[in-house]
Every structure is written in structure tokens, then in C-alpha cells.
């Protein structure tokens, strides 16, 4: 009897390390999830703002949430799928063109690939210190006229596209990797930390029409913004629920621990002026969704995505965070929430990053699916993307 594969996804926050191991059947059935066999979670110690400042504290950090993870289970993990989701985290917007090689001008994969070739040769040398995570064909022209669909098998004699590159700081990305190499553990692969969150976080429906995922972790902010089911940008903010609790404590002049506590909702704000609490977390989430709408107007898709702004992370249980984002956005807006399936073993939206790794991984099949070759092409998001519905 064939044995499951096993997977793990690593998701190095600022707040906390999350690890999630999950089972794939070696013959999976249509749409049928892996199932979350172990988590385990840990006190981030050694970040700032998404990059490592202390490297013993951060393997500490990792290698107690992976025994807990693998205690749960019941495995041990050499490999796994790792987020990264610091203030490096950046986009990079390109033009490539490529004349086609066949003599009856039929358009071949080796011709979009030379074309994202092309469009990654011209700004490589703009990019110095950095690292490209993954190279995403936006659209494609074939002799000026824009591509609806697949460009592979028309006809033309040059081809274009448009491209986004989503970068890291090279050193960040070094010092993660041996980070969890330090442990033992072999590191598959890299991937931007909210696109990982998507894959289990957005529907296809919500990708298609358009929609932004923000995630508000402790140090960070970061959205994704989705059209046409593919990602359209990716940024990161250096602003978190932490300066929410910075500034209750204060403007309420009481103990961090306290302020956290009655942000969280876990103590009683009776002693307070509630009026005064609410302008205190008012104010910084305004801040926040300001620096939000800012990016989707330098990206031309304020108030214009459909399916709204999906709020997730540790920050996503603020009370009023729903009616702000929706009044400042002007878009739709709810909280996302993870399938309250798989026994109670993932908690929270917090865990959407560690939980979308694996999704990735169970996705990455080294056969002619189209996925490994999209991952040797660099191509790391759009094929897979677009067959997974959560």
C-alpha cells in the first residue's frame, strides 16, 4: 500500500513561528485536500520586521515550534516549504519581447520563456543585493495585439509581456535558509508569504473578479492583490498591531502587557474611557488602510476590485477592523476565516501562511503537470495558482 507524502510548511512571523505538517495521499482524489496531521508554534525571538537580527535566537524559535509540530504529528521532517514576508519583500514591474523562432510563426513555450528571459535581463542589473522569489507573466501581445488566453500555438512574429518579478533582500533570504538548515531541515523552496496565505485564504471566485489580501501580522502588513486570477502586486508594509499596542499603552499610560490584553479583548477595559481606546486603535488602523489605498492608487485598482479586501493575520480580530477598512478602502471588506475542518488543528487565520506552504507543496509534482517545469522556468506562481480552489 502506497504511503502518504509528508509535508511542512515553515512560517517565520514576527509575532510567532508556525509549523504545519500535513499527509498527501499518493493518489489523490478530484479537489481533495491534504490533511493537517501535526502544528506546533513558537515565540518569535531574533526579528525585526520580518528579517533576522539574531540568528541563535531565531533557530531557538524554529526548532521548538518544529519538535512540537513533529511530536503532534509523529514524524520527523527533513524538508520543508519556508515563507518569507519581511520589509524587503518587493515588486519589480518589466517589458520583454522576443521574435519567434518557428518558420510557420507558431508561438512555443521556448518563445515565452525567452520572452520572461528578456523581460528578468532588463531590470537584473537595477536589482543589486536582491534576490527575484518569483517571476509572473502579467499579459502577453503578439505583434501589438493583447493575448486573451494562451499565447502558445497563435501565430505572430513578435511577441511581448508584460512581467512582475517579486524580490527579497538577497542577505534576508541567505540568513532564513540557514537559519533552518541550522536545524536540520532541508529547505524546498521559498515562497512570498502572502501568496502563500492565498491558497487558502481567497476562492478562485475572489481571484478572478479582483480582491486585495491583507494580512496584518505584529511588525508587518502585507497585501496581495489579485485580478484575472493572477497576482498583480505584492507589497509590504513596516507597520503592525504591535504600534496598536504601543500606542494604547501609551495613551492609556499602563503596561505593554496589559495594552495587549485589551487589545486582543482579554481584559476588561472598564478602567478606561472606551471613547479614548476607540480613537486610539481608530487612528492607527486608519493609518494602516491609508498606506493600503495609497498602494492600490499608485497601481491604478482603488475602489475597483469587486470581491473587496480580504483581512487576515493576528491583527484581523480587532473589533472594528471590518467597518474601517471598508469606509477607507471603499471596497467590500470581511475577515477571512480558515475552514474550521481538519479537527481543530489549525486555530486561527493566523495560520493561513504555514497552511498554504503545504498547499503548495502538495501541488508541486515533479511529472509533466505543468508545475514542475513552471518552477524550473521560474514561473513559480501562475500555473498552479490558477488550478487550486481552497
Same mark, same amino acid.
Given at each position: 500500500?502506497?504511503?502518504?507524502?509528508?509535508?511542512?510548511?515553515?512560517?517565520?512571523?514576527?509575532?510567532?513561528?508556525?509549523?504545519?505538517?500535513?499527509?498527501?495521499?499518493?493518489?489523490?482524489?478530484?479537489?481533495?485536500?491534504?490533511?493537517?496531521?501535526?502544528?506546533?508554534?513558537?515565540? !518569535?525571538?531574533?526579528?525585526?520586521?520580518?528579517?533576522?537580527?539574531?540568528?541563535?535566537?531565531?533557530?531557538?524559535?524554529?526548532?521548538?515550534?518544529?519538535?512540537?509540530?513533529?511530536?503532534?504529528?509523529?514524524?520527523?521532517?527533513?524538508?520543508?516549504?519556508?515563507?518569507?514576508? !519581511?520589509?524587503?519583500?518587493?515588486?519589480?514591474?518589466?517589458?520583454?519581447?522576443?521574435?519567434?523562432?518557428?518558420?510557420?510563426?507558431?508561438?512555443?513555450?521556448?518563445?515565452? =520563456?525567452?520572452?520572461?528571459?528578456?523581460?528578468?535581463?532588463?531590470?537584473?542589473?537595477?536589482?543589486?543585493?536582491?534576490?527575484?522569489?518569483?517571476?509572473?507573466?502579467?499579459?502577453?501581445?503578439?505583434?501589438?495585439?493583447?493575448?486573451?488566453?494562451?499565447?502558445?500555438?497563435?501565430?505572430?512574429?513578435?511577441?511581448?509581456?508584460?512581467?512582475?518579478?517579486?524580490?527579497?533582500?538577497?542577505?534576508?533570504?541567505?540568513?532564513?535558509?540557514?537559519?533552518?538548515?541550522?536545524?536540520?531541515?532541508?529547505?524546498?523552496?521559498?515562497?512570498?508569504?502572502?501568496?502563500?496565505? !492565498?491558497?487558502?485564504?481567497?476562492?478562485?471566485?475572489?481571484?478572478?473578479? +479582483?480582491?486585495?489580501?491583507?494580512?496584518?501580522?505584529?511588525?508587518?502588513?502585507?497585501?496581495?492583490?489579485?485580478?484575472?486570477?493572477?497576482?498583480?502586486?505584492?507589497?509590504?508594509?513596516?507597520?503592525? !498591531?504591535?504600534?496598536?499596542?504601543?500606542?494604547?499603552?501609551?495613551?492609556?499610560?499602563?503596561?505593554?502587557?496589559?495594552?495587549?490584553?485589551?487589545?486582543?479583548?482579554?481584559?476588561?477595559?472598564?478602567?478606561?474611557?472606551?471613547?479614548?481606546? =476607540?480613537?486610539?486603535?481608530?487612528?492607527?488602523?486608519?493609518?494602516?488602510?491609508?498606506?493600503?489605498?495609497?498602494?492600490?492608487?499608485?497601481?491604478?485598482?482603488?475602489?475597483?476590485?469587486?470581491?473587496?479586501?480580504?483581512?487576515?493575520?493576528?491583527?484581523?480580530?480587532?473589533?472594528?477592523?471590518? =467597518?474601517?477598512?471598508?469606509? $477607507?478602502?471603499?471596497?467590500?471588506?470581511?475577515?477571512?476565516?480558515?475552514?474550521?475542518?481538519?479537527? +481543530?488543528?489549525?486555530?486561527?487565520? $493566523?495560520?493561513?501562511?504555514?497552511?498554504?506552504?503545504?498547499?503548495? +507543496?502538495?501541488?508541486?509534482?515533479? =511529472?509533466?503537470?505543468?508545475?514542475?517545469?513552471?518552477?524550473?522556468?521560474?514561473?513559480?506562481?501562475?500555473?498552479?495558482?490558477?488550478?487550486?480552489?481552497?
Amino acid at each position: 500500500m502506497a504511503q502518504p507524502r509528508v509535508i511542512a510548511g515553515i512560517d517565520i512571523g514576527t509575532y510567532q513561528v508556525k509549523v504545519v505538517i500535513v499527509s498527501v495521499p499518493e493518489k489523490k482524489t478530484d479537489k481533495q485536500l491534504p490533511q493537517i496531521i501535526g502544528t506546533g508554534f513558537a515565540e !518569535s525571538r531574533g526579528l525585526r520586521n520580518g528579517y533576522i537580527v539574531n540568528d541563535a535566537d531565531v533557530v531557538r524559535s524554529v526548532r521548538s515550534a518544529v519538535i512540537q509540530a513533529e511530536k503532534a504529528a509523529g514524524v520527523s521532517i527533513r524538508r520543508a516549504y519556508v515563507s518569507i514576508g !519581511s520589509v524587503g519583500l518587493d515588486e519589480v514591474f518589466s517589458h520583454g519581447e522576443v521574435i519567434t523562432t518557428r518558420a510557420d510563426s507558431e508561438i512555443t513555450q521556448t518563445d515565452l =520563456d525567452k520572452a520572461m528571459q528578456d523581460s528578468e535581463d532588463r531590470i537584473i542589473e537595477n536589482i543589486p543585493n536582491r534576490k527575484i522569489l518569483h517571476a509572473i507573466p502579467l499579459s502577453y501581445a503578439i505583434d501589438g495585439e493583447p493575448v486573451l488566453g494562451r499565447a502558445a500555438g497563435l501565430k505572430g512574429t513578435k511577441l511581448t509581456v508584460e512581467s512582475m518579478f517579486i524580490t527579497t533582500h538577497e542577505q534576508h533570504l541567505n540568513d532564513i535558509v540557514h537559519a533552518i538548515e541550522n536545524i536540520g531541515i532541508i529547505v524546498e523552496d521559498v515562497m512570498a508569504a502572502p501568496l502563500a496565505a !492565498s491558497f487558502v485564504m481567497l476562492s478562485k471566485a475572489q481571484k478572478r473578479a +479582483g480582491c486585495v489580501l491583507a494580512n496584518i501580522g505584529a511588525e508587518t502588513v502585507s497585501i496581495a492583490v489579485f485580478e484575472n486570477n493572477i497576482p498583480i502586486s505584492v507589497k509590504v508594509f513596516p507597520i503592525g !498591531s504591535n504600534d496598536i499596542t504601543n500606542d494604547i499603552a501609551l495613551g492609556l499610560k499602563i503596561p505593554l502587557e496589559e495594552a495587549e490584553k485589551i487589545k486582543r479583548g482579554g481584559m476588561s477595559s472598564a478602567n478606561y474611557s472606551k471613547r479614548k481606546l =476607540d480613537e486610539i486603535i481608530t487612528a492607527r488602523l486608519s493609518d494602516i488602510f491609508e498606506l493600503i489605498d495609497a498602494h492600490l492608487k499608485k497601481i491604478k485598482r482603488d475602489g475597483l476590485l469587486p470581491a473587496g479586501v480580504i483581512i487576515t493575520g493576528g491583527g484581523s480580530g480587532i473589533a472594528s477592523i471590518q =467597518d474601517l477598512a471598508r469606509a $477607507s478602502l471603499r471596497l467590500p471588506s470581511r475577515i477571512a476565516t480558515l475552514d474550521p475542518g481538519q479537527n +481543530g488543528k489549525v486555530r486561527d487565520a $493566523s495560520w493561513a501562511v504555514a497552511y498554504g506552504l503545504c498547499m503548495w +507543496g502538495a501541488n508541486d509534482e515533479q =511529472d509533466s503537470s505543468g508545475i514542475g517545469l513552471a518552477r524550473q522556468t521560474k514561473n513559480t506562481v501562475l500555473a498552479w495558482l490558477q488550478q487550486f480552489l481552497p
